[in-house]
């Protein structure tokens, strides 16, 4: 899923993409993400969560593969980063409806962190994978290669993920029209949950998306000499503290309080993100650890946002309404990279400026979470 932007700067250049149409590229594989889920996941109300991911996972390869053969410019590469996007949709969710359903509780909520947090270390695997095949072989094969993640993860979900045990639905009761929510009951703490996760996935994937650029910049200011390779090193790490900042994150939202915790953690993102971009002249070690403090603050609040939904809902609505969640909260992830790209080339991406207007760009998005919460019960 890091693909594209482990390798973002070396297209901008190459296909003469303004950063714009790059945040387009970045953001178009949410937009595939939004557009699909609420089917997708809807549909795991209704069927066995196991052979959506499947399929999904088999398709979300193909893209990936695609992109690696055929991919040539702007509009092709939008093309193949939707279809993408729109594997992960039948991957990201449904799995996590598959593991909801196996637990509850305190059992449940430190499932779902765990879960979370593997998306970001998923996130920093693609970062290394594409940087390193990029350095020795070129783009085409790093994207080829990261399509054997998704193989990978066919041959691991066909052969040891169980099939659902029998739900509600197989004793009689009439299953929901797809993404049907006249009928599910949405209180203020589930509305105001689904407005927090979108202004965490605006912040969230817009930092990811333009992370290696930024590093690259930086370097280049510097004069430290490292290279593509070694920024995208960089940004995976900086992924990769998602890890622990969802887990403990959400472990504090267990004992402060969910909302409390969510709110916390927004807000400081939020003044964090007005200072990340002028740490772009600092001494690279500066910049990569002022980066990694960021992104494990951008990802505390995650697995406390999703158990905070999972514990407010109605199991019988679950999949539709973890559907209303991820495709509303998935906009956001669309919409981060983009305003950040615009953001960069009203600024100027050659400017400390520009990349603090992008970095702005994301703290007024993610000020939105600590508005929208006060409301949740």
């Known amino acids: 899923m890091s693909s594209f932007a482990a390798v973002l700067p070396f297209f901008v250049r190459t296909w003469g993409l303004t950063n714009t149409q790059a945040g387009w590229i970045g953001g178009v594989f949410y937009g595939g993400y939004t557009a699909a889920v609420p089917l997708l996941v809807s549909l795991t109300d209704r069927m066995d969560p196991r052979r959506i991911y499947l399929f999904s996972t088999a398709l979300g390869g193909a893209a990936a593969l695609a992109f690696a053969l055929f991919a040539d ?3 092709s590469a ?28 305190a059992a449940q909520a430190r499932a779902v962190a765990f879960y979370t947090s593997s998306f970001g270390v998923g996130g920093s695997a693609s970062y290394v994978l594409t940087g390193l095949v990029d350095a020795y072989a070129g783009w085409r094969w790093a994207f ?23 739900g509600r639905l197989s004793q009689g009761e009439k299953p929901l029209r797809l993404f049907d929510m006249r009928h599910v009951p949405l209180d203020r703490t589930i509305l105001a949950c689904v407005i927090a996760y979108a202004a965490h996935n605006f912040e969230l994937f817009g930092f990811r998306a333009w992370i290696a650029a930024f590093l690259a910049f930086s370097a280049s200011l510097s004069g430290s000499g490292e290279t593509s390779a070694n920024a995208a090193l960089v940004a995976a790490a900086v992924t990769i503290v998602s890890l622990p900042g969802s887990i403990f994150g959400n472990e504090i939202a267990l004992r402060l309080g969910r909302r409390r915790t969510i709110m916390t953690v927004m807000a400081l993102s939020a003044v964090m993100a007005c200072f990340v971009g002028f740490v772009a002249r600092s001494p690279f070690a500066a910049v990569v650890a002022t980066t990694l403090a960021y992104g494990a603050l951008v990802s505390a609040d995650s697995a406390a946002l999703t158990s905070s939904l999972l514990a407010s809902g109605d199991p019988r609505f679950r999949g539709a309404i973890m559907a209303l969640y991820s495709c509303v909260g998935f906009v956001g992830a669309f919409l981060g990279p983009l ?30 979470g600590p508005i929208a919460l006060p409301s949740a019960s």
Not at 82 to 105: F, H, I, S
Not at 339 to 350: M, T
């Open 144 to 166: 080829a290669a990261a399509a054997g993640g998704s193989a990978i993860a066919y041959i691991v979900a066909d052969r040891l993920l169980r099939r659902a045990p029998a």
């Open 339 to 368: 305003i950040f790209g615009v953001a960069l080339d009203i600024a100027g991406s050659q400017r400390v400026l520009g990349w603090v207007a992008g970095f702005a760009a994301m703290r007024a998005g993610v000020a939105i």
């Open 78 to 105: 939008m093309a193949f980063r939707a279809l993408a996007g729109v594997g992960l949709a039948g991957t990201y969710m449904p799995g996590l409806k598959a593991l909801a359903d196996r637990y509850e509780g």
């Open 73 to 75: 410019g702007f509009w």
